[in-house]
């Protein structure tokens, strides 16, 4: 590819200064964005189509509406028009920061170079400490590459991603307390670390990419946010430093060998991290410890192999175990999809604009990288995300297990709601319980409810079903014996007590009961239906607050 095809923008303060007030006085915000849009266009240009948001801004000066149509839809546009929309800077300064371009000698009409769009977040807000529970809203613009459905074109290998929907899946995972080092491990754009500099008090930015990191220092020159940029591959160049939390959104599409060295379609560096296998999730998971504070978080999506002779949706994790051994750091590893080899490879080829390229091209790419996967052995490909916490404690853990007795919870198929960063903290706070449960004094939550199915003519259920209105929206099947304790779990009586009343008015012996019970309370504490109500752990309990 030449230079003119991956371009960079430049990093000039003082022309990104401009650009900024600009935007800010065009008052181009999401808010703005959707009152410009019907939801029909809104709804086709998250399809990747642009028509119909192109003709319902037909014709319309303001400068919200020409920076859409010009930025985020690729409409070429008159320099004049451009330079009212951006007063202070002009569309000569637009060619000077290496945002726009010419499209012919007369330079008359601009073509964008890259995608500029507003983004808003709401967020916990860190720096008020009298009201934890505060949120505070931050309106960004970010910088990326333009996609292939605007040029038209299949992507260039050195491709800077915007907001995709790994992207907003692992910023919602994220927990957002106060921290005070946090690293983004390939950073692409930025955005992930825009959102750990509301919270945090010092950013790292790491890329093997040196297009994405000059992308990563524009977009935070471009918000006016202090991020520390460092190009080099995982953790290279952060040698020797810890962080209180990490994020990644690796480039993690397992890519064979014989497919990269056959040149073949959509080899893009945002998405294949130049190593064997799922090699590139392995490395992340084995060298984060080591860059881990005391109680510091790794939180990451990641994608998995599993061999043809393991049930993909009961014996997913063997892999992972095997990445997490030795390492004495907590996981919660949850697997949101499954995918066998074939719509695995086509959801990637087409991912990366396959329909641009050649028929012949694209089957060539295809059966070539479906032929690794069965010498591999590989039988389908887990789709999920990584949750680590590094013990806080150098001596013994705060609960009855020690720091070499690390908890690793595996679940696959959440039913409800994607996981939130609270429920990620919950979660992890709640891994370490005591080896029994019968002391502990318990209370449901109030937005618990239970499902019941009954064979016609039986007066007793045959299934007994808890729904979770908030938190994760759970719905998890449990005994009779459960369900009972469940209902009378207030406060205050303890679970032995609750479970010892059951036992004696089901006529059950006592031990069958606590067998039944313990493993679906723990999930059910896990899950937030059940709280912890007195400190009997010696910690602060695990309610859901914030994150």
């Not at 007793?460 to 979770?468: E, G, K």
Request: proline share 5%; with cysteine; aromatic share 4%.
């Amino acid at each position: 590819m030449s230079e003119q095809s991956a371009p960079v923008p430049a990093l000039n303060v003082d022309l990104i200064a401009r650009l900024t007030t600009d935007l800010r006085a065009s008052n181009w915000t999401v808010e703005t964005l959707d009152g410009m849009l019907s939801q029909g266009a809104r709804d086709a240009m998250m399809r990747d189509l642009r028509v119909p948001a192109l003709v319902e801004l037909e014709g319309k000066d303001h400068p919200a509406a020409t920076l859409t149509r010009f930025f985020v839809l690729g409409s070429n546009e008159p320099r004049e028009l451009l330079s009212q929309a951006l007063p202070t800077l002009g569309a000569s300064g637009l060619v000077d920061l290496g945002l726009a371009r010419p499209v012919d000698s007369a330079g008359c009409t601009l073509t964008a170079l890259f995608d500029l769009r507003p983004h808003a977040a709401t967020l916990p807000n860190s720096n008020d400490a009298d009201n934890p529970q505060a949120e505070r809203d931050h309106h960004w613009w970010i910088v990326s590459d333009l996609s292939e459905a605007t040029t038209g074109q299949p992507l260039h290998p050195d491709h800077v991603l915007g907001i995709g929907g790994a992207t907003i899946s692992l910023l919602g995972l994220t927990m957002r307390t106060h921290v005070q080092r946090a690293l983004d491990v390939g950073c692409g754009c930025g955005i992930q670390a825009l959102y750990l500099a509301t919270h945090c008090d010092h950013v790292v930015a790491t890329d093997l990419s040196a297009r994405a990191c000059a992308l990563t220092q524009f977009n935070a020159a471009l918000n006016d946010v202090d991020i520390d940029v460092r190009q080099g591959s995982l953790f290279d160049p952060v040698n020797g430093e810890d962080f209180d939390l990490i994020v990644s959104n690796p480039p993690f599409v397992i890519t064979p060998e014989s497919v990269r060295s056959a040149g073949a379609a959509g080899m893009l560096e945002y998405r294949d991290g130049g190593m064997d296998r799922d090699n590139l999730i392995r490395e992340i998971i084995r060298q984060s410890p080591t860059h881990l504070a005391p109680g510091g978080v790794l939180q990451m999506l990641a994608n998995w192999e599993i061999p043809a002779d393991c049930d993909p949706d009961t014996e997913w994790s063997q892999r992972i175990e095997e990445w997490l051994d030795g390492l004495g750091v907590d996981a919660w590893v949850v697997q949101r999809d499954v995918l066998d080899p074939a719509r695995y490879v086509d959801m990637w080829i087409r991912d990366s604009g396959g329909q641009l390229v050649s028929r012949e091209l694209f089957e060539d790419t295809f059966s070539t990288w479906l032929r690794d996967f069965m010498r591999a052995g590989v039988g389908a490909i887990g789709m999920g995300f990584v949750a680590l916490r590094r013990p806080r404690h150098s001596g013994s853990d705060v609960t009855t297990r020690t720091v070499g007795d690390p908890v690793h919870l595996f679940e696959s198929e959440l039913s409800g709601k994607a996981p939130r960063g609270q429920d990620v903290a919950h979660v992890l706070g709640c891994l370490h319980l005591p080896e029994t449960l019968w002391d502990l004094r318990l209370e449901r939550a109030s937005d618990v409810r239970e499902e019941r199915h009954y064979v016609p003519g039986d007066p007793d259920p045959s299934v007994l079903i808890l729904h979770q209105g908030a938190g994760l929206g759970r719905s998890i099947r449990v005994g009779s014996a459960t369900s009972a304790v469940v209902g009378a779990s207030d406060g205050e009586l303890t679970v032995g007590q609750i479970t010892t009343a059951v036992a004696t008015l089901s006529e059950r012996d006592i031990d069958e009961v606590r067998r039944e019970v313990d493993p679906s309370v723990r999930e059910l504490i896990r899950a937030g239906m059940l709280e912890i109500v007195e400190d009997e752990l010696h910690h602060s309990r695990p309610r859901r607050a914030m994150a």
